[in-house]
Nanobody, 120 residues
Framework: VQLVESGGGSVQAGGSLRLSCATS????????MGWFRQAPGKERERVAI???????SYVDSVKGRFTITKDNAKNTLYLQMNSLKPEDTAMYYC???????????????WGQGTQVTVSS
């Protein structure tokens, strides 16, 4: 399974970006997927996840600003990021759990990442 992220870039604080994660045709319906990020010198952090039933959860620091969605027809995961802050600066990765209706505990497939840089 190949995951390809896109949509990263450099924005000023308060701006918006939409990240995409395409699976090159691998069906994502019913499968858990998520967005993670890692800033230099910091541990990887789970940003948002959508389970196989469509339920979404977010880390507290992005609640109300980020929205994770799946387009099953396009086999693509999105992360809409609004009101960006400098502390959102990181490499963002998407991940997929291949188990249908799984518990999101087998996120075994990862993309290469897309860089998000937010300036103050």
């Amino acid at each position: 399974v190949q995951l390809v992220e896109s949509g990263g870039g450099s924005v000023q604080a308060g701006g918006s970006l939409r990240l995409s994660c395409a699976t090159s045709g691998y069906p994502i319906s019913g499968r858990c997927m998520g967005w993670f990020r890692q800033a230099p010198g910091k541990e990887r952090e789970r940003v948002a996840i959508v389970d196989g039933f469509g339920g979404a959860s977010y880390v507290d620091s992005v609640k109300g600003r980020f929205t994770i969605t799946k387009d099953n027809a396009k086999n693509t995961l999105y992360l809409q990021m609004n009101s960006l802050k400098p502390e959102d600066t990181a490499m963002y990765y998407c991940a997929l759990d291949p188990i249908i209706a799984g518990s999101c505990s087998n996120l075994n497939y990862w993309g290469q990442g897309t860089q998000v840089t937010v300036s103050s």
